[in-house]
């Protein structure tokens, strides 16, 4: 029997929605999707609106589609009425991809309560109840949808001076799994990436000027920082119907650093 295998990535028709995506990863994320062939809805704070414009117009400069909303992820009780505009509008939501969040490292006993509401305000609840009133819509339409909740390393494993942002990417890993688990009968599969090492500001930054940067890139078994390019694959994957039998699965795009707690170490001279 001759078998025909093809990835099915192709999001023509697809209608995507992308927070924090006024710069950076996020930028990058709503400009995959559109290149695929989605229309991408880019979104941010209103501090950010010129920044989501500017996304837009590199996207339609490119000939695909994108249009800007204002969405603050600290601002609950706007989500109802966000997600109602974008329905009106386009009458559905395919995709949404969570990737807005806060990280602002700290010292354990220099963390303040407003530090910790913060990274939980914007990490964790902000993303639930943007994906719950998603979900709500996404129930109401026919075919597969997709949630991608953008986790992080430091929700697996253990660094110092991050203790927040490492609880609330924890608890995204957790509530993905939850949440997948209670959407499957609605056919709509929600899966995180969990991310490495990948350029930031504070990312660049320490690379550029910290002098253990090439200690722990070498610690790291890709030996480098990932780019933007490695998440082309795991973001159209869980975009798209070639993941349809996916549900509550975390992709780690790290270069091997969640692989083995040893990896740094000489084994022959372990024991």
């Known amino acids: 029997m001759n078998l025909k295998t093809r990835m099915q990535t192709d999001l023509t028709g697809k209608v995507a929605l992308v927070t924090g995506a006024s710069r950076g990863l996020g930028a990058y994320y709503a400009k995959i999707l559109s290149d695929n062939g989605a229309h991408v809805i880019v979104t941010g704070r209103a501090s950010s609106e010129q920044q989501l414009n500017e996304v837009v117009k590199e996207i ?3 000939g695909n589609s994108a249009s800007p909303l204002i969405l603050d992820m600290a601002d609950f009780n706007s989500f109802t009425s966000k997600i109602a505009l974008v329905v009106e509008q386009f009458s559905h939501i395919d995709i949404l991809v969570n990737n807005a969040g806060i990280s602002v490292d700290k010292a354990l006993f220099d963390i303040t309560e407003h530090d910790w509401d913060l990274h939980m305000d914007t990490n964790l609840k902000g993303l639930f109840f943007l994906s719950q009133v998603v979900a709500r819509q ?8 997709s949630i991608i909740n953008i986790a992080a390393l430091n929700g697996q494993k253990v660094r110092k001076n991050c203790l927040p942002f490492a609880v609330s990417k924890a608890g995204v890993i957790h509530l993905t799994k939850t949440m997948a688990y209670e959407l499957i009968n609605h056919k709509i599969k ?5 991310l490495g090492l990948f350029p930031s500001e504070v990312v ?3 690379l550029a000027n910290d002098p253990s940067a ?18 082309d694959g795991p973001l159209l994957l869980l975009a798209s119907d070639a993941s349809n039998y996916m549900y ?3 992709i780690n795009v790290d270069g091997g650093f969640s692989t083995d707690i040893f990896m740094d170490l000489d084994i022959k001279n372990a024991y």
């Not at 929600?190 to 969990?194: C, G």
């Not at 090439?214 to 998440?231: C, E, H």
């Open 248 to 250: 509550g699965s975390t």
């Open 204 to 206: 660049e930054a320490f």
């Open 214 to 231: 090439k200690a722990y890139l070498n610690r790291i078994p890709a030996k480098r920082s990932g780019q933007f390019a490695d998440l």
């Open 60 to 62: 339609v400069s490119n």
């Open 138 to 145: 996404m129930k109401q339409q026919d075919g597969y949808s």
């Open 190 to 194: 929600v899966n995180a990436i969990v």
